[in-house]
């Protein structure tokens, strides 16, 4: 592969880690990372309330596919800014929040392998990976005679432990927590946390009800749209449209009745139309695996039989070479492709042999129901996955 090819396309200090660390800076709490000047410029005013928005997967290219040059959003968009690698909701939230690089929180992927218990967890959900049962063949017929695969063709998901494996093997301080420790106030605005607000109005109304009580404080705000409607529609349809042209009016909407507030609104990834793959359709690169892959279907990790170690780099190219680029462990770590800080210790008995990054519009999935029913992807190395978008407004 290329050398340093992360670097050409992902900016480790134009990203959401330096964005946090801004945040973390003007609250007084420690820092570990550098700082974002964009950023900075904004913050370094004495507001009484900061907002911090993320409306996931809503990217570059996508803000600027379903949205008006004079709108509310790009009018107030003074700049962007890099995901991390991977580019998907568990690394890049989880950097947001704790103000780490991956390969510092360990976080790498909606899946995960962890050594501890030699198993691939869905982290947030805290189940084990889901796998294809064995000899499942399409079960359902659309209306055009087309053969589907159902969602009773996967294994039944198993609790991964009985504790959280996520927060047991790779805790983290999240940036609310922080800083409070460091005598400031912050709060959380997401449906994962107390008061749990279930919909994007209840996020906002939340944020909108604690600008208003008084003294000078932080607001972490999350929203999963409009990625979990381009998962499943695409990054073109008319629902991924009306989503995101609903966020922004509730946004402004919101916005439109604060003061003394710096708004900041963000995406953690961006989002691509796929062309989706499944593994198990390639009997020569599954003979060559200790255990599925775990990460995302953009970003896998491989572990890889002994025997095959030499000759799977050739295995794998002859089916994936021209949409995928193919690094081995020490690669990736040398050049810091997950991050600029100091490796967590047991990252590297998580990432595996090689790791696939997608280059182009294809994805590779563990099952076929998985690869069937998720038209909009991210985690790959490309520009529309990786640039997201870094919208300011200032409410004197």
Sequence with gaps: MSKNIRSTLLDYNNCLVNLSNSILKRFGARTTAGTLPLADKYLKWEYQNVVLLILDGMGTSIVERHLENNGFFRSHMVGTLDSVYPPTTVAATTSILSGLYPNEHGWLGWDIYYPQINKNVTVFLNTEQP??????????????????????????????????????????????EIIKESGGSAYAAMPFMPPYPQSADAVLNHVEKICHEPGRKFIYAYWNEPDSTMHKRGTGSLETHRIVTELEKMAEKTVSGLSDTLFLITADHGHIDSNNFCLLDYPEIMHCLVRQPSFDPRTLNLFVKDEFKETFPKIFNKYFGDSFVLMTKDEALSEKLFGMGNDRDGLKDMIGDYIALAISDKSIFNTHFEAQEMPGVHAGLTEAEIKIPFIVIEKK
């Design 131 to 176: 796998k294809e049962k064995e000899n499942a063949v399409p079960s359902v017929t659309d209306p055009h005679g087309k053969k589907r695969w159902a969602k009773d063709s996967l294994e039944e998901a198993s609790p991964a432990a009985k504790y959280n494996v996520g927060f047991r093997y790779t805790p983290y301080k999240n940036i609310v």
